[in-house]
């Protein structure tokens, strides 16, 4: 695969792709992948495309119905695309030449996956009503004025900014509602010990037998945790705005979520 032809958004959209491949324990990374990867990263295509038909949730929900769940497979292993999303990649780009872009951008991943008629995503994106050629012809006219698709989106009702993303306000108000019961303090992100099985490299953070047999202790081998509000990530090597955030003890928001969405519901005396 060409990444770097691929704008930093999109090349984010294969980032989340491999994680949500890995999540469900997919050998592969598939076009559903893809398009929760997108819906995870690109907040604005998705608000001004796929909004008004669905929720990313709701979306989740079908590829977790149509998904045997298998183990989750490690984050580090190097997860191969599918015969049908190599296609779906290249017709990103032929979607990115035709419209003379220099880059493959979220937008071409959009129409790429539509163009591979029989993939569950484009099922997916059919049955609500998204086809390929209204899609293009959305997409089009930002395209050809230069301004990116996730810039146009800016100041729109029901949408909040979150280091820079745009996420559907109802979206993000449910999470925090979640995370409202919790005592969140600020702490450096450090990472976790973990115990690894030999045989097959699943993970346990239940440390209470560390010499069980068949296991090894890693220290330090948890590397990073997501924002349980906008799925930023927490690590130690990323620098400050990733290396501070908010935790519970066992969950962690970073600080922009907790700043814009929980610090008003903390104490007094916590402030
Ligand atoms: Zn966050």
Redesign the pocket.
């Known amino acids: 695969m060409f990444f770097h032809l691929y704008t930093e958004k999109a090349r984010r959209v294969i980032f989340f792709a491999r994680y949500e491949a890995s999540q469900f324990g997919s050998p592969y990374i598939e076009t559903e992948h893809i398009l929760l990867g997108l819906l995870r990263e690109d907040k604005a295509i998705t608000n001004r495309i796929l909004r008004a038909r669905f929720s990313v949730e709701s979306i989740r929900r079908q590829v977790e119905d149509r998904t045997l769940i298998r183990e989750k497979i490690s984050t580090s292993v190097d997860l191969p695309v599918s015969n049908e999303c190599k296609r779906v990649l290249g017709y990103a780009a032929e979607e990115a030449e035709r419209m003379r872009q220099q880059h493959i951008g979220t937008e071409h991943l959009l129409l790429g996956r539509l163009r591979e008629k029989d993939c569950f995503a484009a099922q997916l994106l059919n049955s609500k009503g998204v086809f390929l050629d209204a899609t293009r012809d959305q997409l089009a006219p930002q395209i050809d004025k230069g301004v990116k698709p996730a810039e146009a989106e800016v100041g729109e009702q029901g949408v909040v900014e979150?280091h820079g993303e745009m996420w559907d306000q109802d979206y993000i108000e449910t999470q925090v509602g979640a995370l409202g019961r919790f005592v969140w303090r600020r702490r450096d992100w450090e990472p976790d010990d973990i115990l690894v099985e030999e045989a097959t490299g699943r993970i346990s953070f239940d440390l209470a037998n560390p010499n069980e047999s068949g296991f090894r202790i890693v220290k330090g081998g948890w590397l990073r945790d997501l924002?349980q509000?906008?799925e930023?990530e927490l690590n130690a090597t990323g620098g400050l705005e990733h290396s501070i955030g908010y935790t519970n003890g066992r969950d962690w928001?970073?600080v922009?979520?907790y700043e814009k969405f929980l610090k008003k519901n903390a104490p007094r005396s916590e402030l």
């Open positions: 979150i924002c509000v906008c930023w928001v970073c922009e979520c």
